[in-house]
């Protein structure tokens, strides 16, 4: 069973950077899609960013193209989601997730392991 550990989080500014990171644990997830969701208080949690198990496809929600990058080391079992330019609706706590196939999906539903969370703070 893979387990996945989600660090970096922190509080910025408005218009500054972080670089999230999700570190996968146990069996191999090298070869299922990865994303990341963020859900802040009182709105459903949302796929801000996927992408497919040999890193070819990415998804990005419209809100954050442009300004997020998600990547994954398939050596090192760990995916990131860089994020400049921050804005403060971008408030929320940040969720990896494990796919249920190599594909990215939207659902939340395709979605089989998660993280426990990391919590983004941007102030204005």
């Known amino acids: 069973q893979v387990q996945l550990v989600e660090s970096g989080g922190g509080l910025v500014q408005t218009g500054g950077s972080l670089t999230l990171s999700c570190a996968a644990s146990?069996?191999?997830?090298?070869?299922?899609?990865m994303g990341w969701f963020r859900q802040a208080p009182g709105k459903e949690r949302e796929l801000v960013a996927g992408?497919?198990?040999?890193?070819?496809?990415?998804y990005y929600a419209s809100s954050v193209k442009g300004r997020f990058t998600i990547s994954r080391d398939n050596a090192k079992s760990t995916v990131y989601l860089q994020m400049t330019s921050l804005k403060f609706e971008d408030t929320a706590v940040y969720y990896c997730?494990?796919?249920?196939?190599?594909?990215?999906?939207?659902?939340?539903?395709?979605?089989?392991?998660w993280g426990q969370g990391t919590q983004v703070t941007v102030s204005s």
């Open positions: 146990g069996r191999t997830s090298s070869t299922l899609a």
């Open positions: 997730a494990l796919g249920r196939t190599g594909l990215v999906y939207r659902s939340a539903r395709e979605y089989i392991t």
């Open positions: 992408i497919s198990w040999n890193g070819g496809s990415t």
